[in-house]
């Protein structure tokens, strides 16, 4: 069956470390993959699109890998704030019939200690 | 630009109602998707317009409809409301078809419902 999995336990990380945080998925091929972050209580918010021929993608303190050989994409967050906490949500285009659909993972929330 | 908003914000129901909740998409966007989200089953597709017509549509039973006006302005009717429909539903708006690698989903704020 087809599955996508992110950490379910949350990720508690002191400030000034990186944060790392994994998406795996299995019998897909995502044209791309996409990072969220959602805060509670609102909608997700998009982050980093990174294509099945591109292994890195990087915007200010974050980076993104995608790994088609693993099905695994990786999502750092360096130099972590306390303001990054969140659950952050990966998401995977699948091109079916002229267009692509989002399945998204169920989210890893981060928190941040000072 | 004005982003996705979404009415009601919140909403209490009660067991066999019926509800609808309103989208209205970001200024030149065509393609509405709607989302429940569950803290146990996280996010969870439910259907896409583009057009007026219904693109896609999750795994959801019939009592889950949608529609979208020429204006793009979107719908998502429940009826016969049951207690596990009570989550967060989410409405997000794209830029989408043909640029397919931009597909980059803008979501509104959500409304919460609770079913009772």
Redesign the interface.
């Known amino acids: 069956s087809q599955k996508i999995e992110q950490n379910s336990e949350a990720l508690n990380i002191q400030e000034g470390k990186t944060a790392t945080l994994t998406c795996n998925y299995t019998n897909y091929s995502p044209a791309y993959l996409q990072w969220y972050r959602q805060d509670p209580g609102r909608g997700p918010v998009f982050l980093l699109l990174i294509r099945e021929n591109e292994k890195e993608k990087r915007k200010e303190r974050l980076k993104v890998t995608f790994d088609t050989t693993l099905k695994q994409s990786l999502f750092h967050i360096t130099a972590s704030q306390p303001a990054d906490s969140a659950t952050y949500l990966c998401a995977l285009a699948l091109f079916s019939g002229g267009y692509n659909k989002l399945i998204f993972g169920a989210g890893t929330r981060l928190a941040v200690h000072p | 630009k004005a982003g996705?908003t979404q009415t009601p914000r919140y909403l209490i129901k009660t067991r066999g109602q019926q509800v609808t909740l309103s989208c209205s998409p970001i200024s030149g966007h065509r393609s509405v998707?709607w989302?429940q989200q569950t803290p146990g089953?996280?996010?969870q597709?439910l259907f896409?317009y583009?057009s007026e017509t219904q693109?896609?549509k999750g795994n959801f039973p019939g009592r889950f409809s949608g529609r979208q006006f020429s204006n793009s302005r979107s719908e998502m009717n429940v009826s016969t409301l049951e207690l596990g429909d009570s989550a967060?539903y989410?409405c997000?708006s794209s830029f989408?078809?043909p640029r397919?690698?931009?597909?980059?989903?803008?979501?509104?704020?959500?409304t919460?419902l609770t079913v009772l």
């Open positions: 996705v998707s989302y089953q996280g996010l597709f896409e583009f693109r896609n967060l989410l997000a989408t078809f397919l690698d931009t597909d980059t989903q803008y979501f509104g704020p959500g919460r």
